[in-house]
């Protein structure tokens, strides 16, 4: 009988319209950290962007499309972290075929660039001055994506799926205190450009809480790839304009800010491609933990530490024997990314390696349960491990930006997407394209400007074409080839540990989802110090953490984490933050207790 009825509730909402593209702005949907029920289920960082992927899902689209929708939605409401102009790493479940396949839309570096892209008069130039210019956009990704994810596996045009965006952007929708905060920290940046200060600073000052933002601009550009397909991005008019911005920025005439330009050319565009690729894959106390492969370090590095963590029976540990070998852990995993992990197109990235248990139970008996290692350490050699070894001095890990998105959605027949998407600094360059409403990334700043450690290989130097190494962990986890859960999270580098510790909390503490995401964050990174929100400093754990060595310092927030669980009962959880970048917006398409 509870079938029956479930499959006439659904028939119902299947045939049920999207909400109205006149929907009043002011009547903003709220924002819910966890939402149960049958039909699907999304999981976003914002209510319209979430509301939007559940409308899809009720008019009959699939995971992929509604992650489109979201996507493209979150590059009107979130357009600070993601957008068209950035990237990023899409992974799917396939329910029919129980097979999970991965897209590369990273960044690529112009086909002029070379390892000295950031090096002037010898010496690397300021990150500061890297960050806001053109100097630091990579050809961006994110089209590229959509059109392959919906080509591959889904069930919608790109046209359909963007149309609900591109509406969202021409009614516009309410500024909420992280939009105006974000607007606020980047105002002396965004004054620079005139294209980004006509957008959001208009009369001079950010828009104002409670106030509705448009952006017809945006929606036009949307309007172009849905008539014309992502060829107008790579191949046509936004384009061309998006070239012209990196090459000759739009700087406000009296500005004192230095704005190099970059070489971007329209051919860089044009030969761009979002391949496919092998998914990581990690076997971890009876799940499969399944991952982005490199470019991203995220699949290897997660999986690594999780592998390192299997040595110890995490369920039976003392909270601070947990978290001890938690951060010991991600240290490791961190001293051998940063050695090993670059574009596997530029470097031979030894991936089965650094995931096989061999190696981890090398680096695993370093870990002692009595003392804390003193960061930086050094790396193994995952292609020849011995024994609590190194190989070369240590390498430490560069600095990345934290302003990135993620997104999670599974739908009625099982399929799940989780993806991670970018323009890497908070406001990415700086640079709005004139007359096309979106930010251009700075992602060739997660290049190295010079190698890490003098006389060490650095696998992350710039290279024409060269998609820079990241950290973006979108994960999907398994069990007896079905997904279980699914997650990512933004965060620069602590995106990695992020993951490992709801993961860990989740699969091994038993801590429920939502309060796993919730639960106060530490983020170490093989560094002399491990960053910690204030919440984990004040919990019970941290002295006792002292005294076995760690050291700490304070930082805000680490990640905001979105997640879907399937229940043993055949429904969805979506999950995500209840505070952190003012908490989250899960939905269900059927709710349920």
Known sequence: MLRSTVASVLASLLVAPLLPATASAAAAPPRVPEAVGFGGVVSSIDPDASQIGVDVLRRGGNAVDAAVAVAAALGVTDPFSAGIGGGGFFVHYDARTHRVSTVDGRETA??????????????????????????????????????????HWGT???????????????????????????????????????????????????????????????????????????????????????????????????????????????????????????????????????GMAPPSSGGTTAGEALNILETADLPAETPVQYLHRFLESTRLSFADRNRWVGDPAFVDVPTRELLSQRFADSRACLIAPTAAMTGPVAPGDPRNPAPCAASGPPVATPYEGTDTTHLTVADRWGNVVAYTLTIEQEGGSGIV??????????????????????????????????????????????????????????????????????LTQRLDRGLPLVEAIAAPRASQRNAATTQAEAAFLAGPEAEPLRALGHRFTSTAEIGAVTAVERLPDGRWRAAAETSRRGGGAARAVWPTP
Do not use: C
């Open 433 to 502: 394209v004139p007359g096309r409403g979106f930010l251009l990334n700075n992602e060739l700043t997660d290049f190295s400007f010079t190698p890490v450690t003098p006389g060490v290989p650095d696998p992350n130097l710039p290279g024409p074409g060269k998609r820079p190494r990241s950290s973006m962990t979108p994960t999907i986890v398994l069990q007896h080839g079905k997904p279980v859960l699914a997650l990512g999270s933004p965060g620069g580098a602590s995106i990695i540990t992020t993951v490992v510790q709801v």
């Open 110 to 151: 112009p086909a002029s660039a070379g390892a000295d892209l950031f090096v002037e008069d010898g010496a690397a130039i300021p990150f500061a001055e890297a960050v806001t210019s053109g100097l630091s956009v990579g050809v961006p990704g994110t089209p590229r994506t959509w059109q392959q994810a919906l080509r």
């Open 156 to 290: 919608w045009s790109l046209d359909r799926a963007v149309r609900p965006a591109e509406e969202l952007a021409r009614r516009g929708f309410t500024v909420d205190p992280t939009f105006h905060r974000q607007v606020t920290d980047n105002a002396a940046r965004f004054a620079d450009f005139t294209s980004t200060s006509a957008l959001y600073l208009p009369g001079g000052a950010p828009p104002a809480v409670g106030s509705t933002f448009r952006n017809p601009d945006l929606a036009d550009t949307y309007r172009e790839l849905r008539r014309h397909g992502v060829s107008a991005f790579y191949r046509g008019a936004v384009g061309r304009d998006l070239v012209a911005a990196v090459r000759q920025p739009p700087v406000v005439a009296g500005a004192t800010r230095e704005v190099r330009s970059g070489d971007l050319t329209e051919a860089d565009l044009a030969g761009y491609e979002a391949p496919l690729r092998e998914p990581t894959r990690t076997r971890y106390r009876g799940y499969d933990v399944v």
